[in-house]
């Protein structure tokens, strides 16, 4: 039998989504609520197997191998797993530099 993992959401994951479904809406509010529903969903589907996930390729060069990566193209949604956890960290745009925001984000968790 599986466990299920509650997936919870950062308060920073949660605004970079209110991010991108403002940045959307401004042009088109239909497809901005779709995009909205994906993500959602998509990252709620990790309750009963967040393992399926590939590790963060830009921190794992950094030798921090603790933090998964699922993908709604373009947007990375990267989580963690803790016991029966998915804590849901953040959500970016992948043209952007994932590997600076992602380190200038848990450096300042650090300190």
Same mark, same amino acid.
């Given at each position: 039998?599986?466990? !299920?993992?509650?997936?919870?959401?950062?308060? /920073?994951? *949660?605004?970079?989504?209110? &991010? @991108?479904?403002? #940045?959307?809406?401004?042009?088109?509010?239909?497809?901005?609520?779709?995009?909205?529903?994906?993500?959602?969903?998509?990252?709620?589907?990790?309750? !009963?197997?967040?393992?399926?996930?590939?590790? /963060?390729? *830009?921190?794992?060069?950094? &030798? @921090?191998?603790? #933090?998964?990566?699922?993908?709604?193209?373009?947007?990375?949604?990267?989580?963690?797993?803790?016991?029966?956890?998915?804590?849901?960290?953040?959500?970016?745009?992948?043209?952007?530099?994932?590997?600076?925001?992602?380190?200038?984000?848990?450096?300042?968790?650090?300190?």
């Amino acid at each position: 039998m599986k466990n !299920n993992y509650n997936v919870l959401w950062a308060d /920073v994951a *949660e605004k970079d989504l209110i &991010g @991108i479904v403002e #940045y959307i809406a401004d042009d088109n509010p239909v497809t901005a609520i779709k995009i909205l529903d994906k993500i959602k969903s998509r990252a709620n589907s990790l309750y !009963n197997f967040p393992e399926r996930g590939r590790i /963060v390729s *830009e921190l794992f060069d950094q &030798g @921090i191998s603790d #933090y998964h990566e699922i993908v709604v193209s373009p947007w990375r949604i990267i989580y963690k797993v803790e016991e029966n956890e998915v804590l849901v960290l953040s959500v970016l745009d992948s043209r952007r530099n994932v590997e600076d925001i992602l380190l200038r984000r848990l450096i300042q968790i650090r300190s």
